[in-house]
């Protein structure tokens, strides 16, 4: 279904796979339009919603990575860049969610991340709250969301992969 | 004055996406050129302060950045001559490919930044990924987009125009008629569309300042 890159997720809709997560948010938003729209209806806005999705896919992923797999002064400065690309998160608004009052685009696109937040702090000696407190309020009102909160990996199974991904990696 | 600036740098292929995209809707823009290697403008780093990059698009006051992002504002400002299909597993499809040519990128663009064995093997990974695009994007279709040039061939015109003089400047042939047959052929379809061709850079201006870059590239391979 994914000959191209053999990665998950693929959405598979009458049998024809769409493949690359945020593409398959825009398909599944695109197709039941009429439900929940994701996006925004003002190009603008859209453009704004792509563009921090794009942001965050293409900063936070490497940047926790580097938290896990090193330690002294490199995990130091890891989770100095962390702290700061989620402050520049932080200051995009001051609504419920990011792009007003509904849960969009956007907040899908970094809520995945919050799971793992509790990971990075565990094994980085650090508080993600106390630097973004903002951040963490949103994503505790995403939490309240079945749709997100009964979706989302357990912060503490993760942890535990984590380490246990160190371990197998040798980063100790 | 127009509602519409781009901001952009006459080398960049990214630059040209939206710069096609505007002439292929018929869309009136200024173009400002911008010092990206030595002297950012203010202007610059105001409308695009997170990546402080070209192109930026500025629409009534308003500044979008990112290529691909800017290419799916113009398709939803100015519906004409769509450059996305209607179906939305097609359009699944094209992003797709679009995400495709900007991961894979580095690689694709390896052998211009490398010498000797590495570039080598920089050259054999680049025409891996451009096997793939070729039989899986491609395939038999007369433009990526489908019968019409879409969003996709944008993506990859710099294959069109800048492969060429990039691939002279390294001394190495990354896709030729016989060993990549069907890019080859769109290549040539993709240059005879007047609105991609008539704002095309001067090829020899190219060459020199590519030539730079190249220098450049290994010089700080090597420090």
Same mark, same amino acid.
């Given at each position: 279904?994914?000959?191209?890159?053999?990665?998950?997720?693929?959405?598979?809709?009458?049998?024809?796979?769409?493949?690359?997560?945020?593409i398959?948010?825009?398909?599944?938003?695109?197709?039941?339009?009429?439900?929940?729209?994701?996006?925004?209806?003002?190009?603008?806005?859209?453009?704004?919603?792509?563009?921090?999705?794009?942001?965050?896919?293409?900063?936070?992923?490497?940047?926790?990575?580097?938290?896990?797999?090193?330690?002294?002064?490199?995990?130091?400065?890891?989770?100095?860049?962390?702290?700061?690309? /989620?402050?520049?998160?932080?200051? $995009?608004?001051?609504?419920?969610?990011? +792009?007003?009052? *509904? @849960? =969009?685009?956007?907040?899908?696109?970094?809520?995945?991340?919050?799971?793992?937040?509790?990971?990075?702090?565990?094994?980085?000696?650090?508080?993600?709250?106390?630097?973004?407190?903002?951040?963490?309020?949103?994503?505790?009102?995403?939490?309240?969301?079945?749709?997100?909160?009964?979706? /989302?990996?357990?912060?503490?199974? $993760?942890?535990?992969?984590?380490?246990? +991904?160190?371990? *197998? @990696? =040798?980063?100790? | 004055?127009?509602?519409?600036?781009?901001?952009?740098?006459?080398?960049?292929?990214?630059?040209?996406?939206?710069?096609?995209?505007?002439?292929?809707?018929?869309?009136?823009?200024?173009?400002?050129?911008?010092?990206?290697?030595?002297?950012?403008?203010?202007?610059?780093?105001?409308?695009?302060?997170?990546?402080?990059?070209?192109?930026?698009?500025?629409?009534?006051?308003?500044?979008?950045?990112?290529?691909?992002?800017?290419?799916?504002?113009?398709?939803?400002?100015?519906?004409?001559?769509?450059l996305l299909p209607?179906?939305?597993?097609q359009r699944a499809l094209a992003r797709f490919w679009i995400?495709?040519?900007?991961?894979?990128?580095?690689?694709?663009?390896?052998?211009?930044?490398?010498?000797?064995?590495?570039?080598?093997?920089?050259?054999?990974?680049?025409?891996?990924?451009?096997?793939?695009?070729?039989?899986?994007?491609?395939?038999?279709?007369?433009?990526f987009g489908g019968?019409?040039?879409g969003m996709a061939d944008?993506e990859?015109?710099?294959?069109?125009?800048?492969?060429?003089?990039?691939?002279?400047?390294?001394?190495?042939?990354?896709?030729?008629?016989?060993?990549?047959?069907?890019?080859?052929?769109?290549?040539?379809?993709?240059?005879?569309?007047?609105?991609?061709?008539?704002?095309?850079?001067?090829?020899?201006?190219?060459?020199?300042?590519?030539?730079?870059?190249?220098?450049?590239?290994?010089?700080?391979?090597?420090?």
């Amino acid at each position: 279904m994914n000959p191209v890159h053999k990665k998950i997720p693929v959405l598979i809709h009458n049998g024809k796979p769409v493949c690359e997560s945020l593409i398959i948010v825009q398909y599944i938003d695109e197709v039941w339009k009429d439900k929940a729209p994701l996006l925004p209806s003002d190009p603008y806005q859209r453009a704004q919603a792509r563009f921090w999705a794009d942001f965050i896919d293409k900063k936070l992923y490497d940047a926790g990575r580097k938290i896990w797999t090193t330690k002294g002064e490199e995990q130091e400065a890891a989770k100095k860049e962390y702290i700061e690309i /989620l402050k520049v998160l932080e200051e $995009l608004g001051d609504k419920p969610y990011f +792009m007003g009052e *509904r @849960l =969009g685009f956007l907040d899908i696109a970094l809520i995945t991340f919050y799971s793992w937040f509790h990971a990075y702090e565990t094994l980085g000696s650090f508080s993600i709250e106390a630097e973004c407190p903002k951040l963490i309020s949103w994503a505790k009102r995403c939490m309240q969301k079945e749709s997100v909160s009964k979706s /989302l990996a357990d912060p503490k199974k $993760l942890c535990e992969f984590l380490v246990e +991904m160190k371990k *197998r @990696l =040798g980063v100790e | 004055m127009s509602q519409v600036t781009v901001l952009g740098a006459w080398p960049s292929p990214y630059v040209y996406r939206v710069i096609w995209a505007l002439k292929l809707k018929g869309v009136d823009y200024d173009y400002v050129e911008e010092d990206v290697l030595h002297n950012k403008s203010d202007r610059l780093l105001k409308y695009n302060p997170v990546h402080k990059k070209v192109p930026v698009l500025v629409h009534a006051g308003k500044p979008i950045a990112e290529s691909a992002v800017i290419l799916e504002y113009i398709e939803e400002t100015w519906p004409q001559n769509p450059l996305l299909p209607k179906d939305p597993h097609q359009r699944a499809l094209a992003r797709f490919w679009i995400k495709f040519g900007e991961d894979k990128s580095a690689a694709l663009f390896g052998f211009f930044m490398t010498e000797g064995e590495q570039q080598e093997k920089a050259t054999k990974e680049g025409q891996e990924q451009l096997r793939i695009l070729e039989e899986q994007g491609l395939g038999e279709k007369k433009f990526f987009g489908g019968d019409e040039i879409g969003m996709a061939d944008l993506e990859f015109g710099w294959l069109a125009w800048w492969l060429d003089v990039m691939s002279e400047i390294a001394g190495v042939k990354v896709i030729d008629a016989e060993s990549f047959p069907r890019l080859h052929a769109w290549i040539q379809r993709f240059k005879d569309i007047p609105a991609i061709k008539e704002p095309l850079p001067d090829r020899s201006a190219m060459l020199t300042y590519f030539k730079g870059r190249r220098a450049t590239f290994l010089a700080l391979a090597k420090s």
